[in-house]
């Protein structure tokens, strides 16, 4: 799908919040909201917008602690079964293929050291999982 201007002015303004009605977004468009939600159902039909979701600030829930966690496993490991192997670690906020040594590089938070090193444990209990490697966060700047 190509996006035109205005679609991706509508996808600007639901990045900055999605809970905004399509009525406001089309008067920072100059469109109808009818004509906005046309053109949202459109780029969500296509694939383009994915879903909506709610962004939960970690340091409110009490996890305090972030770390970045490099993850190294034992042969070729593909990347849908390393997400199969922490997807129900909620801790591991995010996790990505990468280039260089590692097979993995984790982002996890926790509430603090000792919750972080029980994760830590977690993960290194996998199945396939060799070696990790921590680096954790003194403040995001």
Partial sequence: MRLDEVDRRIVAELVADARQS??????RVNLSA????????????D???RGFTALVDPDALGWTVEAFVELFCEG???PAQIRKMLIDIPEVQAAFTVTGDADALLNI???DMAHFERVL?????RNLVRQTRSTVVLSRL
């Fill in 22 to 27: 399509y009525a406001d977004i089309g008067s």
């Fill in 76 to 78: 070729r490991v593909p």
């Fill in 47 to 49: 694939g383009v917008l």
């Fill in 121 to 125: 444990e977690t993960v290194r209990e």
């Fill in 109 to 111: 938070r926790a509430k």
């Fill in 34 to 45: 009818p004509a906005v939600k046309r053109r949202v159902d459109r780029m969500r039909a």
